[in-house]
Nanobody, 125 residues
Framework: QMQLVESGGGLVQPGGSLRLSCVAS????????VGWFRQVPGKEQEGISC????????YYAESVKSRFNISRDTADYTVYLQMDSLKPDDTGVYFC??????????????????WGQGIQVTVSS
């Protein structure tokens, strides 16, 4: 069964950092585009970053550009999201997803076929 598992979430103070990991189970991420989406209470789910695993091409939403960095480790088929300078507005549930979108932007949920269960990120003092 194809699954994605996120890890690395938690509670952090404003200005702090977290690194999320996304690991595939039952398949490899090779060739996929892997995206990170987040669900903030009271708002629509937002696609914040994605990476094409073969070329390494990346996309960032304006809300996270210059603060977040997405990368992939081709050795262990893991995609990471390094989140720096975190703000309370970054609080939410973060999901990784894999698919074959034709375009990296805008990030559309229906372009991604495999989803993780999500992980909570809380930025609070």
């Amino acid at each position: 069964q194809m699954q994605l598992v996120e890890s690395g979430g938690g509670l952090v103070q404003p200005g702090g950092s977290l690194r999320l990991s996304c690991v595939a189970s039952g398949f490899t991420l090779d060739g996929y585009t892997v995206g990170w989406f987040r669900q903030v209470p009271g708002k629509e789910q937002e696609g914040i970053s994605c990476i094409r695993t073969i070329l390494g091409t990346t996309y960032y939403a304006e809300s996270v550009k210059s603060r977040f960095n997405i990368s992939r480790d081709t050795a262990d088929y893991t995609v990471y999201l390094q989140m720096d300078s975190l703000k309370p507005d970054d609080t939410g549930v973060y999901f990784c997803a894999a698919g074959f979108p034709m375009y990296m932007s805008p990030m559309r949920k229906h372009d991604y076929d495999v989803w993780g269960q999500g992980i909570q990120v809380t930025v609070s003092s």
